[in-house]
């Protein structure tokens, strides 16, 4: 079976202080993908990344940063430098590449509170 | 493109009726998925719908169940509701490959009375 586990509920920072969100993982499946989405208030899970199995090079976007290591089964975000617009809930999922279906397997999601 | 759209964002009902929400998906996707999120249950998988075909589903009871069009819009109906079907429902597109990444829409709210 699948797993995704967030084991931070909340998170409170000041903004431009640099806040890191875990994500570990459990399937047994050698091909997957893992993505983060942000849901801001308005309730729509928006996009962040992707990531394959087979690729775990890290990748920056802008002030985002992720941390992909297999070994560890650790998929991990960071916010450089938080805003208050950063202020919503991001949640970590798994995805099975073996088959052609979209079932995406969800943590619990962290909340994430930056203050001015 | 546009993105994502359901209808409608925001429902009340009462407790024994039901209810059909709808999910036009991102133009060009052929396939869209659905899924309830709860403070409970958190995010959950409903079903998977392709070329008109549910193609996976969730662990569900049968009064949730779903249908797609032939111009991939798809709609999801819950019947004889309860109060445990409060929840925020999200649909998801993709063009269909396994390599896809779900693109979702707003939501719709729905409150059992």
């Known amino acids: 079976a699948q797993k995704v586990t967030q084991a931070q509920t909340e998170i409170s920072v000041v903004e431009k202080e640099d806040v890191t969100l875990d994500c570990v993982y459990e399937t047994r499946d050698t091909t997957y993908y893992l993505f983060w989405y942000k849901q801001p208030p308005s309730g729509e899970l928006v996009f962040l990344i992707r990531r394959n199995s087979f690729d775990e090079q890290n990748e920056i976007s802008g002030r985002y940063s992720w941390n992909f290591q297999k070994s560890t089964s650790s998929f991990n975000f960071t916010i450089t430098a938080s805003q208050v617009v950063d202020s919503a809930v991001y949640f970590c999922?798994?995805?099975?590449?073996?088959?052609?279906?979209?079932?995406?397997?969800f943590g619990t999601g962290t909340r994430l509170l930056v203050s001015p | 493109k546009a993105g994502v759209t359901q209808t409608p964002r925001y429902l009340i009902k009462t407790r024994g009726q039901q209810v059909t929400l709808s999910c036009s998906p991102i133009s060009g996707h052929r396939s869209v998925s659905w899924y309830q999120q709860t403070p409970g249950q958190g995010l959950q998988f409903l079903f998977e719908?392709?070329?008109?075909?549910?193609?996976n589903k969730g662990n569900f009871p049968g009064r949730f169940s779903g249908r797609q069009f032939s111009n991939s819009r798809s709609e999801m109906n819950v019947s004889t509701l309860e109060l445990g079907d409060s929840a925020l429902y999200l649909c998801?597109?993709?063009?269909?490959?396994?390599?896809?990444?779900?693109?979702f829409g707003p939501g719709t709210r729905l409150l059992v009375l």
């Open positions: 999922a798994l995805k099975k590449v073996n088959t052609g279906f979209q079932k995406l397997v």
């Open positions: 719908y392709f070329s008109e075909t549910q193609r």
């Open positions: 998801a597109s993709t063009a269909g490959g396994y390599q896809e990444t779900q693109y």
